[in-house]
């Protein structure tokens, strides 16, 4: 096993503990606020899981995806966050 292989590995682990530990905040948010950011972080993790991924393989075919992954987190955080700041507008 060479040095990256286990760089790799031990950054899927990290990606991986940062996964459940999003989810589980996801899951048990005291407020939508908090799962929107939850949202906006799983899709940061996602993109850089799948940038290891392109690393590992050596191979750049992935990059318009993950524009695409990050755009659309991006886009969908900012829609549901004025959403919010709405919702809360108009109750009080």
Same mark, same amino acid.
């Given at each position: ?6 760089? @790799? ?14 989810? @589980? ?11 929107i950011v939850c949202l906006n972080a799983l ?18 075919? @992935?990059? !318009? ?10 886009? !969908? ?14 109750? !009080?």
């Open positions: 096993m060479t040095v990256m292989s286990f760089v @790799y590995a031990a950054t899927f682990a990290m990606l991986g503990v940062s996964v459940l530990c999003t989810l @589980y905040r996801l899951v048990r948010g005291p407020s939508v606020l908090d799962r899709s940061v993790l996602l993109v850089s899981a799948i940038a290891v991924e392109a690393a590992v393989r050596g191979d750049t075919t @992935y990059v !318009g995806l993950m524009v695409t992954i990050a755009l659309l987190g991006f886009v !969908g955080t900012l829609t549901a966050a004025r959403f919010a700041e709405r919702r809360a507008h108009d109750r !009080g």
